[in-house]
């Protein structure tokens, strides 16, 4: 089985311009996170998607937006860039059955000049 | 106070030691602790799942979750150079709920 795929991997944006990663999750699993790592913070929580519907939301300013698609796959906007969300954006596909949990891509490295 | 804390190290310890990685949390809803091992880079991959309290060992590697202390543990034996990565803890109350991570643990082990 394929893993979590995402794309680009890395991105190198100026302030004030926008950004969109996209996330493919494991076949057959229905929920998708985004979080966001940096070496000071660790890793933060964006947001969780199931079946198109977001169904948690971290503490991150209204420019960090998601959607997902029938097909599962994610995608994650933030609009109007600023130097501190220079980050490794990691998605997470969630299954698994009774012991559910995340897989992790190798992520999009998101650098913000 | 955070959910989820864990010593962010870092931890240096020779070949063949036996190492030991804690996470406290707050939360007594957490029933799902995950221990995740990530390399310089790379994307965190999942190591070892627990659900409620007890012991799971997977070769080298034990988890041991203590609710009634809300302290779970990760102890690696015969370290090797290979499992020099940072570990994070993870956890989540059920089906649905947000997961929480703890800040990792910088593991080096030394040859």
Redesign the interface.
Known sequence: KAGVTQTPRYLIKTRGQQVTLSCSPISGHRSVSWYQQTPGQGLQFLFEYFSETQRNKGNFPGRFSGRQFSNSRSEMNVSTLELGDSALYLCASIGGGFQETQYFGPGTRLLVL | QKEVEQDPGPLSVPEGAIVSLNCTYSNSAFQ?F?W?RQYS??????LM?T?SSGNKEDGRFTAQVDKSSKYISLFIRDSQPSDSATY?C?MRAG??????????TSLTVIP
């Not at chain 2, 880079?41 to 999942?46: Q, S």
């Open positions: 799902y995950m995740y880079r790379k994307g965190p991959e999942l799942y659900y994070l993870a089906t649905g709920n947000q997961f929480y991570f703890g800040t990792g």
